[in-house]
C-alpha cells in the first residue's frame, strides 16, 4: 500500500541510549518531515527535509539528528536518548515544498525512555 | 510566530447533532489552512484543505470555512455519527521553503450512539 512506513511502532529506551527511528515513503514525494507529539503541547517540527540531499532544523531540533538517505527515506537519531524525548514520533511526507497540500502521515513510533 | 488555539478542547454529543468545531490562528500571512483527523494510536488524516483565496470547502458532511482576516477557521461536522470519534486538528500552513504546518492542540471528540 502507498504511503508513509515508520519502524519500529514502540521501543523503550533507557537513558544515554541512542536510536535510529526509520520512514520510507512510496509516493516520489519530495519534502520529509519529522514531529514529535506530547500531550498537551500539539504537534512540533523537529527537522525537515526540502528535497533529497538537504535538512534543516525545525521548531525542536536539539537532541536528535537526520539524514536523508535518498528520496525515499529520512531517518531520525537519538545520540544519547533523554526522558524528555519520551513521545510520540511522527514521519510526513509531501509531493512539493511550498504547497502545503497532499501531506501523508505514517503512524508513529511511540518511544518511552526510562 | 504562529500560534494556533482550538476550541473547545474536548466536545461530547449525542449521535445526529451538528457541530462546529473553533480554530483560530494568530498570524493571517497563511497559504492554506488544512484540518486533520487522528484517531486513536494512529497517525493523521487530511479532511479538507482551504487555500488562502477561498472562503469555504466541503467534503461529505463535512464543512471547513476560513475567515483570514480575523484569524479563523471552523470545521462544520452535519449529523454526526459515532465514527466521527477523534481528535480533529487545525493547521495553518506558511507555504515557505520548510512546507511547515503549526497545528493546534486539537479537539476531541466524542460522539455518543
Known amino acids: 500500500n502507498a504511503g508513509v512506513t515508520q519502524t519500529p511502532k514502540f521501543q523503550v529506551l533507557k537513558t544515554g541510549q541512542s536510536m535510529t527511528l526509520q520512514c520510507a515513503q512510496d509516493?516520489?514525494?519530495?519534502?520529509m518531515y519529522w514531529y514529535r507529539q506530547d500531550p498537551g503541547m500539539g504537534l512540533r517540527l523537529i527537522y525537515y527535509?526540502?528535497?533529497?540531499?538537504?535538512?534543516d532544523k525545525g521548531e525542536v531540533p536539539n537532541g536528535y539528528n537526520v539524514s536523508r538517505l535518498n528520496k525515499r527515506e529520512f531517518s531520525l537519531r537519538l545520540e544519547s536518548a533523554a526522558p524528555s524525548q519520551t513521545s510520540v514520533y511522527f514521519c510526513a511526507s509531501i509531493p512539493l515544498t511550498g504547497e502545503n497540500y497532499g501531506y501523508t502521515f505514517g503512524s508513529g513510533t511511540r518511544l518511552t525512555v526510562v | 510566530k504562529q500560534e494556533v488555539t482550538q476550541i473547545p478542547a474536548a466536545l461530547s454529543v449525542p449521535e445526529g447533532e451538528n457541530l462546529v468545531l473553533n480554530c483560530s490562528f494568530t498570524?493571517?500571512?497563511?497559504?492554506?489552512l488544512q484540518w486533520f483527523r487522528q484517531d486513536p494510536g494512529k497517525g493523521l488524516t487530511s479532511l479538507l484543505l482551504i487555500q488562502s483565496s477561498q472562503r469555504e470547502q466541503t467534503s461529505g458532511r463535512l464543512n471547513a470555512s476560513l475567515d483570514k482576516s480575523s484569524g479563523r477557521s471552523t470545521l462544520y461536522i452535519a449529523a454526526s455519527q459515532p465514527g466521527d470519534s477523534a481528535t480533529y486538528l487545525c493547521a495553518p500552513g506558511d507555504g515557505g521553503s520548510q512546507g511547515n504546518l503549526i497545528f493546534g492542540k486539537g479537539t476531541k471528540l466524542s460522539v455518543k450512539p
Open positions: 527535509s526540502a528535497s533529497e540531499g538537504t535538512t
Open positions: 509516493m516520489n514525494h519530495n519534502s
Open positions: 498570524d493571517s500571512a497563511i497559504y492554506n
